[in-house]
């Protein structure tokens, strides 16, 4: 049992250029989300999924598209990074909300020049 | 403006010594409370979740408290060892503990020296 696995680990941009960051998991989990977390700020919600084919906006969407077209994987899409992207990015699961809990993937350490 | 406070942002302290986190909130309603540990270079993991009408919640060493009252929650670390060197996050729900409404603090940072 895997959990919540994240790929890539560290990836390094330059400015415009694109990619996806896959986030896997194992568990059945209706709900996936997506996080940054900056030195200074706590976790702040890209989007999120409530199952599969859905998506829909967090507190910083801007940037970023995502897609759900599996239960178990949640990819987000960088079309064109710039410098403001640089951050660590978890993925978390749960299986419902409320007072469910949240299961975080390892992290992804992006860095955009 | 709904938001999570926590003190002190970092803290040393000896191995086996004991040691309290704070966290101050202004998110209403509320659902729940969780702490989370994050270990250097991993994703957050929940240790407790405190829901309205819980007072105080126990995790081996770690004991969560909780005063909806004055919002306000502790986390206690008992007997440190140096694995919990690690920042500790808390996490209030909102609104029913809707998906969105999550609001996380930017954590105290714990460093536990031999």
């Known amino acids: 049992n895997a959990g919540v696995t994240q790929t890539p680990k560290f990836r390094v941009l330059k400015t415009g250029q694109s990619m996806t960051l896959l986030c896997a998991q194992d568990m059945n989990h209706e709900y996936m989300y997506w996080y940054r977390q900056d030195p200074g700020m706590g976790l702040r919600l890209i989007h999120y999924?409530?199952?599969?084919?859905?998506?829909a906006k967090g507190e910083v969407p801007d940037g970023y598209n995502v897609s759900r077209l599996k239960k178990q994987n949640f990819l987000l899409g960088l079309e064109s990074a710039a410098p403001s992207q640089t951050s660590v990015y978890f993925c978390a699961s749960s299986y419902n909300q409320g007072d469910n809990e949240q299961f975080f993937g390892p992290g992804t350490r992006l860095t955009v020049l | 403006k709904n938001q999570v406070e926590q003190s002190p942002q970092s803290l040393i302290i000896l191995e086996g010594k004991n040691c309290t986190l704070q966290?101050?909130?202004?998110?209403?309603?509320?659902?729940?409370l969780r702490w989370y540990k994050q270990d250097t270079g991993r994703g957050p993991v929940s240790l407790t979740i405190m829901t309205f009408s819980e007072n105080t919640k126990s995790n081996g060493r770690y004991t969560a408290t909780l005063d909806a009252d004055t919002k306000q929650s502790s986390l206690h670390i008992t007997a440190s060892q140096l694995s919990d060197s690690a920042s500790y996050i808390c996490?209030?729900?909102?609104?029913?503990?809707?998906?969105?409404?999550?609001?996380f603090g930017t954590g105290t940072l714990l460093a536990v020296q031999p």
């Open positions: 966290c101050n909130y202004t998110v209403s309603p509320f659902s729940n």
């Open positions: 999924s409530v199952g599969e084919g859905t998506t």
């Open positions: 996490v209030v729900s909102g609104y029913g503990g809707a998906t969105n409404k999550l609001i």
